[in-house]
């Protein structure tokens, strides 16, 4: 029943994330005995790296740090204008994330429930959790909660055994970190973990989670609110105590958000499939049309406080503070967009299918002059 389960809820992953490749490098080692190889070896130099799937990007402090396929990592030190590849990454799995909070300090994860860690900017990074690892963590978890009679901690249980017994095959999705020592990973499955001390053990968020069914998690982050995730059909989880509790925002829309963005006191803006854009507080939400219905796969908080979204198409569409209005960048980037940033300059960085492009300050100026 479980292998029948696991394998439609692969296909649905597949399916509403395919352009990013989620599951390229698990499908290309159909033999299983691939995978723990991946966890151990080193990316390797690849001198068409800047041209690879790039699956995000972001800021240590002036420089840029981007990651994707086959564990590269990419750094730039003058503001996306150029690139090169790190010294030291331990793995060869996708990483799909990346954040930062310091000029040195900062974390990646990826496939088979990889999460590294650097302190030097992205030069070199350790490996400090994998997919076996946070199965046991959740395992541990699920029946430390059945011993004191947890809700639906036998279900947690059921799961988590699934999960040590299908090995290190689940993808984290999204990281975030408020500080150097309290940090929050999420991914497929449901899978969400915890950390108070700057990666070195970690701890499960499952049994705090109202997610029922393990619907995949794309995205955390944070809003004035607190912390914000965001995943499969319509869930947008709040935690407004640091992630000891979570708290669903019910919503109208049942399709995919691949992320959300913090509005300040204008609530909250979910972006996913086929261009469904919501803005809301939780309790009243209203649709923002846009002009296709094209996925979105990033979004941004700029500088000046208004807001980018990008979609697979290769499209940036800019709107105002509130978010209640996109219009379309005057750009020609490639399909597959992945990632935003901003840069030191006001430039733009953008990670995608076929590597990283630079926007440049101008085109967001002329914008904002409409």
């Known amino acids: 029943m479980r292998s029948s389960l696991s394998g439609r809820r692969s296909l649905r992953l597949a399916a509403t994330f395919s352009f990013l490749a989620l599951l390229a490098p698990a499908a290309s080692a159909a033999d299983s005995r691939a995978v723990p190889d991946l966890l151990v070896q080193p990316a390797q130099s690849n001198a068409r790296a800047v041209h690879s799937l790039q699956l995000s990007v972001g800021r240590a402090g002036k420089r840029l740090v981007s990651v994707g ?4 990592v990419l750094l730039s030190d003058d503001d996306g204008r150029s690139w090169r590849q790190a010294k030291a990454v331990p793995v060869s799995v996708a990483l799909t994330a990346v954040h930062f909070v310091s000029d040195k300090l900062g974390w990646a994860v990826g496939h088979s429930g990889v999460v590294l860690g650097s302190t030097d900017g992205g030069e070199t990074w350790q490996r400090q959790l994998d997919g076996r690892q946070a199965a046991q963590i959740v395992a541990d978890n699920a029946r430390a909660q059945l011993a004191t009679g947890g809700d639906a901690a036998a279900r947690q249980l059921r799961e988590a055994e699934g999960l040590l017994k299908d ?8 990281v975030f970190f408020a500080d150097a020592q309290h940090g929050w990973i999420v991914g497929a499955y449901g899978l ?15 049994t705090r989670i109202p997610n029922p069914g ?3 998690l794309y995205a955390v982050g944070q809003d004035s609110g607190g912390l914000l995730i965001a995943g499969e059909q319509g869930v947008l989880f709040r935690s407004t105590d640091g992630g000891a509790s979570f708290q669903r925002l019910q919503t109208p829309y049942a399709g995919t958000f691949f992320g959300a963005l913090g509005l300040g006191g204008q609530g909250v803006l979910a972006y996913g499939l086929r261009g469904n854009v919501w803005r809301g ?27 980018l979204l990008a979609d697979e198409s290769g499209r940036l569409l800019h709107g105002d503070a509130a978010a209640s209005r996109f219009t379309s960048l005057a750009t020609s980037l490639p399909t597959g967009l992945t990632g935003l940033v901003q840069t030191a300059d006001g430039a733009l960085v953008v990670s995608g299918t076929r590597g ?3 926007v440049e300050p101008a085109i967001l100026t002329a914008e904002a002059k409409k």
């Not at 969400?192 to 499952?206: H, Y």
């Open 69 to 72: 396929e086959r564990g590269l």
């Open 167 to 174: 090995g290190p095959d689940k993808p984290f999705l999204g």
């Open 192 to 206: 969400a973990l915890a950390t108070a001390d700057g990666g070195k053990s970690w701890q499960s968020l499952m």
């Open 214 to 216: 393990g619907k995949h």
């Open 281 to 307: 507080d939780g309790a009243s939400w209203a649709q923002v049309e846009l002009a296709q219905p094209v996925t979105l796969t990033a979004g941004l908080k700029l500088a000046d406080g208004t807001v």
């Open 356 to 358: 990283l492009s630079r």
